[in-house]
């Protein structure tokens, strides 16, 4: 059974989260209230462009970082809005916080009204985000340290991507923590190591993040040359590459739900003991997370673990229970090579079918994937022999560690199934 999202013993920094954010609302909204809105036409432009990113935003599909990357780059220009038209605003930090709040909050009424998931852990991210980039760049600004320092002259740029690189980072923290509570909450030993998940996120910045960053900087420096209509202008392009990102993300979808079903076909064709795909696609992604890999690298690896068998589809009759381990080595290589092959052309991509390939390889040649795939096949396989239990089903492995499984992938298999309770995988 799946945990709670959020539940465990990470929750204390979840909460800090998302308690640092409701707080830091808190504190714009009451000072935007008392002072009074500054530039209320600047204020309701940024407000409807952040609440218009978050309405034609859809559900987040598995691995997207952020669904709405209009709105993400709305609240950035307005934190990095230093003049409008060539005269100096005074919004500050707080009312930038304050608007970005209320944009999200508007936003997510008729979301609800809708039956559409809105989701929390994204707003406190993004508040503290754009609260860390305008208290970064507001009072440097408007104190004129920042021209003293870049100029006023094509050096200038350079302050607010400073601002965006520092940003950047400062959100990949809270993202590495919500990512870790999420693995969390997949059951035991699906926890990923921290520094991994950060590291991830410091790379995804690379794609999505970049474009948002970017229209962000040149929005606000579009709005302090032309004035408020240059976000209708400048957002555009951003929005045309949401929709890019979402047909690809639809694409991906699709080749996923091809590889479960090809990895059904081999049950259904009595190639392989019912569930066994899932089960070993299950395993090795916890034993992958327990020995670092996330993001992509985790991603590979269960994809090629459910598809590890395919090739079997060519026998003309099937071994028994699935293990071709029994078989000679030229049969499994045979085997291994034509799974590669039908991988390829389901697009699941060159390092799963390379992965699916070199299954019959001694594990020293073979990827860290791979080896993984290899040790948990065999345990589900062993399993479901009736050796005796999974500790039996263990202790074999350990036997063969030698020669046919990498010690540490045994290890780490030992300790996933320890926090798993040690069920055997042939069960259920």
């Not at 952020?66 to 930090?93: I, N, Q």
């Not at 104190?143 to 003293?148: C, D, K, N």
Request: net charge positive; hydrophobic share 50%.
């Amino acid at each position: 059974m799946r945990a709670p999202y959020g539940s465990g013993p990470l929750a204390p920094a979840v909460l800090a989260v998302r308690g640092a954010a409701l707080l830091l609302a808190l504190v714009a909204l009451a000072h935007t209230s008392v002072r009074g809105l500054a530039e209320p036409g600047l204020a309701l432009v940024f407000g409807l462009l952040v609440a218009a990113g978050e309405l034609v935003r859809r559900g987040a599909a598995a691995g997207e970082r952020e669904p709405a990357p209009l709105a993400a780059a709305g609240a950035l220009a307005y934190a990095l809005l230093g003049d409008s038209a060539g005269r100096p605003t005074t919004h500050g930090s707080l009312q930038v916080i304050a608007v970005v709040v209320v944009a999200q909050a508007l936003a997510a009424v008729p979301r609800r009204a809708c039956g559409r998931r809105t989701d929390a852990d994204r707003a406190a991210r993004r508040t503290l985000t754009v609260g860390f980039a305008a208290v970064c760049f507001q009072p440097l600004y408007a104190s004129g340290q920042a021209e003293r320092w870049f100029g006023d002259g094509p050096w200038f740029p350079l302050f607010p991507l400073t601002v965006l690189a520092l940003t950047a980072l400062c959100d990949a923290v809270p993202a590495a923590l919500l990512a870790r509570s999420a693995a969390l909450a997949g059951g035991p030993g699906a926890l990923p190591p921290y520094g991994s998940l950060l590291v991830d996120e410091v790379r995804a910045l690379a794609g999505t993040g970049v474009a948002i960053g970017a229209t962000g900087v040149v929005t606000a420096l579009g709005v302090a040359v032309a004035g408020p209509w240059a976000p209708a202008v400048l957002c555009g392009p951003l929005l045309l590459t949401q929709v890019s990102a979402r047909r690809y993300t639809a694409v991906r979808t699709t080749c996923g739900q091809t590889m479960a079903s090809l990895a059904r076909a081999t049950e259904i064709a009595g190639y392989t003991p019912p569930g066994h795909a899932r089960r070993v696609a299950a395993l090795a992604t916890a034993v992958g997370r327990e020995l670092g890999l996330t993001g992509p690298r985790l991603t590979v690896l269960e994809h090629a673990a459910l598809m590890h068998d395919i090739g079997q589809l060519s026998l003309l009759d099937p071994v028994a229970d699935g293990a071709t381990a029994r078989l000679p080595a030229a049969e499994q290589r045979r085997i291994a090579l034509l799974g590669g092959a039908v991988v390829r052309r389901t697009g699941a991509g060159p390092e799963v079918a390379a992965v699916v390939e070199q299954q019959a390889d001694p594990y020293r040649e073979q990827p860290l994937a791979a080896r993984i795939v290899r040790t948990v096949n065999a345990y589900d396989d062993l399993c479901g022999e009736s050796v005796g239990g999974p500790l039996r089903a263990l202790e074999q492995l350990r036997l063969g560690t030698g020669h046919d499984h990498q010690p540490q992938v045994v290890e780490a298999l030992g300790r996933v199934l320890a926090r798993g309770g040690l069920t055997p995988a042939g069960a259920g």
